[in-house]
């Protein structure tokens, strides 16, 4: 009989706000924001908003799971250029996605253990990632590189940063700095995480050394692209 499919972790970051700081947060149109960490060896990577939600409550929680998926774009990596899949597959750690030469991707079981990998057997070079589903949508939480026939290998980190600002930004966007005080939150030795957020006084937390805080401005690539 076939070995089943481990069941994917379920991920949750509850954020606790008070009442008045969610009226202020929404009448002055601020959405929670967040980016996901990867590690890849390409240079040129960069992060990617990976949500926006301006639906937020006094308690708002943020859950995934383990379901990725490989995609690949013609759209450049530039600051603030949203990337906009043209092709993608689902796909789990271990397995590679094969683009062909018409811009199609086959995933395989064959891959780098614990990573995904993206092999492109054509000569055209395309941005290509890995997108991770949040809220229902598989979003692209990276931008990479793909030069024609290279392999591209990600490994997804369960590190997320959260920030709330009144930006506009859509998810995919290449983001290189924070554009308002964040938080980088660990969930690599327990997948569930409790935080506060108050517009005047910032972030908090248990202050474990889990989380992190992040000024605006702060090179957000280091923070969430591991080489």
């Keep these: 009989m076939p070995t089943p499919e481990p069941t994917p972790t379920p991920y949750v970051i509850e954020i606790s706000l008070p009442s008045d700081t969610v009226t202020a947060l929404k009448g002055e149109k601020f959405a929670l924001h967040g980016f996901k960490a990867v590690k890849s060896r390409i240079g040129g990577a960069a992060p990617l908003v990976w949500f926006s939600d301006p639906s937020f409550l006094t308690t708002t929680k943020v859950a995934w799971t383990e379901q990725y998926q490989a995609y690949i774009s013609d759209t450049k990596i530039i600051s603030d250029g949203t990337i906009v899949a043209s092709a993608a597959a689902d796909i789990t750690l ?107 006084e910032g972030w908090s937390w248990d202050d474990g050394t889990w989380a992190t805080p992040i000024k605006a401005q702060a090179d957000l690539v280091p923070l969430l692209i591991h080489s």
């Design 94 to 200: 271990g397995q590679t996605a094969n683009v062909d030469v018409d811009g199609n991707l086959e995933t395989v079981s064959e891959g780098t253990a614990s990573a995904i990998s993206i092999l492109n057997e054509s000569s055209t070079q395309y941005t290509a990632g890995i997108s991770q589903k949040v809220a229902g949508s598989a979003n692209p939480m990276c931008a990479i590189p793909l030069h024609g026939n290279m392999l591209d290998v990600v490994v997804p980190i369960e590190k997320v940063l959260l920030t709330f600002a009144s930006r506009t930004v859509n998810t995919g966007t290449v983001i290189y700095k924070a554009y308002a005080p964040s938080l980088l939150i660990d969930l690599t030795e327990k997948s569930t995480r409790k935080v506060n957020f108050d517009i005047n």
